[in-house]
């Protein structure tokens, strides 16, 4: 496999949803270390081959710390009383969602919908109104870039913390500042973050399921014409 096609494997979403949090998780834990004096970190020198693998690093750091985000998501689901996306689609288009897919498909599906019906619906949408589903799709990579940026939002707010309560014992009184601030905005960040992750989650289902109802009947046109 040559680079032109290495590189053509990341899209924007890839960048959006990995390497942004996988940035400010690399970047917070090299603070925290710092600042913790659990040992000296080598300084860095900004070259073509430090950028490179710092982006190497920070990518494969969004990869891998991509689920650490999930109890956060789930915290604030469960302090909201709110109810998943997923979860809200009325009971009426439900059903014919159903049936639609029940008639295009020819699968006989079971009386509870479930995530798999929109993953259907979604397929459909995907292949035959790619232009309607690209809104989709932008909405599920703000939607994944958000849901990742939660941890490195809280790894910095407790930077803050234990940057605050350093100062405090070295008789600073900014460090009760610092300590204030940094629960104040660490907590707003989390959940305005967490608010945009869940109207973007709603925008894309809906957007699916909208585009969905419009292409049944858009075939149906056709088969009379036909």
Same mark, same amino acid.
């Given at each position: ?35 913790l004096n ?16 710092f982006f ?84 599920? &990579?703000?939607? +994944? %870039?958000?849901?990742?940026? !939660?941890?490195?939002? /809280? $790894?910095?707010?407790? =930077? ?14 900014? &460090?009760?500042? +610092? %300590?204030?601030?940094?629960? !104040?905005?660490?907590? /707003? $960040?989390?959940?305005? =973050? ?27 046109e056709k088969?009379?014409?036909?």
């Open positions: 496999m040559n680079s032109k096609d290495f590189l053509a494997k990341f899209s924007f979403q890839d960048i959006l949803a990995y390497f942004l949090p996988g940035t400010a998780t690399t970047l917070g834990v090299y603070v925290l270390f710092s600042e659990l040992f000296e970190l080598p300084s860095l020198e900004a070259d073509i081959f430090t950028g490179i693998l190497l690093v920070s990518f494969i750091v969004g990869i891998t710390l991509s689920g650490v985000s999930r109890p956060i998501v789930n915290f604030f689901y469960w302090l909201k009383k709110k109810e998943r996306p997923e979860n809200l689609i009325p009971m009426e288009p439900k059903y014919k969602l159903k049936e639609a897919l029940s008639e295009k498909l020819n699968i006989e599906f079971t009386e509870d919908w479930n995530e798999e019906y929109y993953l259907f619906c979604r397929i459909m949408v995907k292949e035959l109104l790619p232009s309607s589903f690209s809104y989709s799709y932008r909405q599920e &990579g703000l939607r +994944l %870039m958000r849901t990742y940026m !939660l941890f490195p939002v /809280l $790894l910095w707010t407790t =930077i803050g913390l234990i940057h605050g309560i350093n100062d405090f014992r070295d008789l600073k009184w900014n &460090g009760v500042v +610092l %300590m204030v601030l940094s629960l !104040l905005l660490g907590g /707003l $960040l989390l959940l305005n =973050i967490w608010n945009r992750m869940h109207k973007n989650k709603e925008r894309a289902i809906k957007n699916v399921l909208v585009s969905f109802i419009c292409l049944d009947k858009i075939l149906e088969r009379k014409e036909g």
